[in-house]
C-alpha cells in the first residue's frame, strides 16, 4: 500500500484552520437526551477527532472537536422506559393529540433548526469532511423537507376527512380511513448525511404521532446533538431521546426490550426500525429483536448503482454527470454511480472525459473555495479503497487518470480504473468512495443480467436516445426502483418516493410515503352515513 502515498497531499492539510471555522471542543462535553431533559454525562467519554487534520510539519494530527458520551446499556434503558410512557398504549399526550397541534410542534423545531444552520453546518464540515456549500446544503434542504413533508400531511389529512361509498350485497356501505401511529421508533442515521437522513426518519414518524429513540451516527454526532434543545423544547417529555455511544453497547440494549402479551409471552417494545446503512449491521440489530415478525422495517442499505453509457449517448453530458453522481462528497453516497458500464464503440472516448473531468477537481479542505476532493471521515478508508484498485490492478485493470489512488492520511485522489471485468471486486462490491470503475460490454443484455444477479437494485442511469434506449430501458425496470434517464443517479426532488430492490432496502421514504411508512391505515364503516359522522366527529 506504501506505493500509494504521496507526501506532497501533505500540504493540502493547514498548520491552523481559518479563525472563522475553528471549534472549541470545551462546548462540546458528553450529553444527551432523555425523558424531556438534556443530560450531561460524568461517565466514560470517547473524545471525537476530524480527520480533517493539522499539520505540523510533515506530521498530521487529527483536530479534536468535542468528547461523545459513552452510553451504558442501563442508560439505553432508560430512554426505552421514557420511550413506553410517551407512547402509553397510543394514549400518551403525544400520540393522541390532535394532528395540528403535532404540526405546530414540527413547525417550531424546523424554526429553530434552521437558526443553527451554520453552527451545524460547520460540524458536518469538520466531522465527516463534507464541503461548506454541501454541509450548509444538507441542514436548509433538511429544513425544506420538514416543512414540505408538514404540507403533505396536511393534504393527507384531507384525505381522512373524505367518505368512502362502496356496496355489498346490494347495501351501500360508508367509510373513513385514518392513518394511526406504529407506536415506538428506532431511527439509526449514516454518517454520510447525520442531519439530513436523520430527519428525514424522526419527522415523518413524529408527524403520525410516533415516539423516537434515536441512536446518533459515530461521524457527525456532535452535528447532532445541536439539535438536543430544540427536540427538548418542541417535545413532550419522552417523546424523542437522542443516544450517542458505542451502537454495539446502545442499540441492542434498545431492541431487546420487551413486554408482555396477553398470554404473558415477551414481545419488543421497539416496533418499527428505521435504518440506514450496511445489511450487516440491519440484520445485526434485527436479530436483537425479540419478536422480529412483529418489527416494521424502514431500511435503506447497500447499493451498486450502475450507469449504463449506450452508443448514441451524448459523452460529454454522461461524463459530466457521471463524475458528479459518483464522485459527490467524495462517492460517499448510497445513490452514487457505484459501476459504470459503457459500450466498446465509445468506450476510449468516454473514459478520456472522465478522467479529463476527474484530474480537474479540486483536492483541499472543505472550507477551500470550489474543493471537490475532501478528507475522508474513516481511519481506514484509503487502505479500503486502496486494496480495491490492487486487485483491479492486479487482475488487469487500468487507473487512467492521473495520480488517481494516490495520497495521504484523510485525502485520497479519486481514481478512474478502466477495464473492471468479472473477477474483479470492483464489479460487485459497493465501494463507497472515490473510485469509478468502467466497464465495456457489446451487447446491453449482459448489463441485464449483471443486474439481473447483483443482490442491490436501487436505481440505475441510462445515457442514450430514446429510439435505442427504450426496450433496454423497460427491461431495466423489472430489477430496480428507479432508472434515471439521462440523468444522475439521486435520492430527490424529495417529492418522488425513495425506495430499493433486492438487498438495497425495504419500505419508501419522501414526504408522502415516509408518512404512510410510519403510520398504518384504520377504515371504520357504516352502512348509514350519519351513524358514521356522529362516531367520528371530535367534539369541541
Known amino acids: 500500500m506504501s506505493t500509494w502515498n504521496d507526501d506532497s497531499f501533505l500540504s493540502l492539510f493547514p498548520e491552523a484552520p481559518p479563525a472563522k471555522v475553528r471549534i472549541d471542543p470545551a462546548q462540546h462535553s458528553p450529553r444527551w437526551l432523555v425523558d424531556g431533559a438534556m443530560r450531561p454525562f460524568t461517565g466514560p467519554a470517547r ?30 434503558k432508560l430512554a426505552v422506559a421514557a420511550a413506553q410512557r410517551a407512547w402509553n398504549n397510543g394514549e400518551g399526550e403525544w400520540p393522541s393529540a390532535h394532528v395540528e397541534t403535532r404540526i405546530a410542534a414540527v413547525e417550531r423545531f424546523a424554526a429553530a433548526v434552521e437558526a443553527k444552520t451554520d453552527e451545524i453546518a460547520t460540524l458536518l464540515m469538520w466531522e465527516i469532511g463534507k464541503p461548506w456549500a454541501s454541509s450548509r446544503d444538507e441542514v436548509t434542504r433538511s429544513v425544506d423537507y420538514i ?53 428525514t426518519t424522526v419527522i415523518p414518524a413524529l408527524l403520525m404521532g410516533n415516539v423516537v429513540i434515536a441512536k446518533t451516527p459515530r461521524f457527525g454526532v ?71 415478525i412483529t418489527l416494521h422495517k424502514i431500511l435503506g442499505l447497500g447499493a451498486k448503482n450502475p450507469a449504463v453509457v449506450l452508443p448514441d449517448a451524448d459523452l460529454d453530458a454522461a461524463a459530466a454527470a457521471i463524475v458528479k453522481g459518483g464522485l459527490g462528497f467524495n462517492g460517499q453516497r448510497c445513490t452514487a454511480e457505484k459501476i459504470v458500464f459503457v459500450h466498446r464503440s465509445v468506450a476510449d472516448a468516454f473514459t478520456a472525459k472522465v478522467a479529463a473531468r476527474v484530474d480537474a477537481l479540486k483536492a483541499g479542505m472543505p472550507w477551500d473555495e470550489g ?63 472515490p473510485i469509478i470503475p468502467i466497464s465495456t460490454f457489446d451487447d446491453a443484455e449482459a448489463v441485464l443480467d449483471w443486474q439481473r444477479r447483483s443482490p442491490f437494485g436501487q436505481q440505475s442511469a441510462v445515457w442514450g436516445k430514446a429510439e435505442t434506449a427504450r426496450a433496454f430501458v423497460r427491461k431495466f425496470t423489472r430489477f430496480v426502483a428507479r432508472v434515471n434517464l439521462n440523468d444522475v443517479c439521486q435520492r430527490g426532488p424529495d417529492s418522488f418516493g425513495f425506495s430499493a430492490a433486492d438487498k438495497s432496502g425495504f419500505g419508501t421514504l419522501s414526504l408522502k410515503e415516509a408518512l404512510l411508512s410510519f403510520s398504518r391505515p384504520v377504515l371504520v364503516q357504516a352502512q348509514d352515513q350519519s351513524v358514521l359522522d356522529a362516531f367520528l366527529s371530535r367534539p369541541g
Open 371 to 433: 474543493v471537490g476532493i475532501t478528507p475522508l471521515p474513516e481511519e481506514t478508508k484509503l487502505e479500503t479503497m486502496r486494496a480495491l484498485i490492487d486487485d483491479a490492478v492486479s487482475k488487469g485493470a487500468t487507473v487512467v487518470n492521473t495520480n488517481g489512488g494516490r495520497g495521504a492520511f484523510s485525502i485520497m485522489r479519486p481514481a478512474v480504473v478502466a477495464g473492471v471485468k468479472p473477477g474483479m471486486r470492483l464489479l460487485h462490491e459497493e465501494q463507497f468512495g
Open 147 to 199: 416543512r414540505n413533508t408538514v404540507v403533505e400531511l396536511q393534504r393527507l389529512r384531507q384525505h381522512d376527512l373524505s367518505v368512502q361509498l362502496g356496496t355489498a350485497g346490494g347495501k351501500k356501505h360508508f367509510a373513513r380511513t385514518h392513518r394511526r401511529a406504529l407506536g415506538v421508533v428506532l431511527c439509526v442515521a449514516p454518517f454520510n448525511y447525520p442531519v439530513n437522513e436523520f430527519l
Open 222 to 292: 456532535l452535528a447532532n446533538l445541536v439539535l438536543l434543545e430544540a427536540f427538548r423544547d418542541c417535545f413532550p417529555k419522552g417523546v424523542v431521546s437522542l443516544l450517542p455511544g458505542d451502537g454495539r453497547v446502545v442499540i441492542p440494549a434498545v431492541m431487546s426490550a420487551t413486554e408482555q402479551d396477553v398470554a404473558g409471552n415477551p414481545t419488543g417494545v421497539v416496533h418499527v426500525l428505521a435504518f440506514i446503512g450496511s445489511e450487516g449491521a440491519a440484520n445485526a440489530i434485527m436479530r436483537a429483536h425479540p419478536t422480529p
Open 47 to 76: 473524545e471525537v477527532r476530524s480527520r480533517v487534520a493539522t499539520r505540523t510539519g510533515t506530521t498530521l494530527s487529527a483536530t479534536l472537536l468535542g468528547h461523545e458520551a459513552q452510553l451504558t446499556a442501563d442508560d439505553a
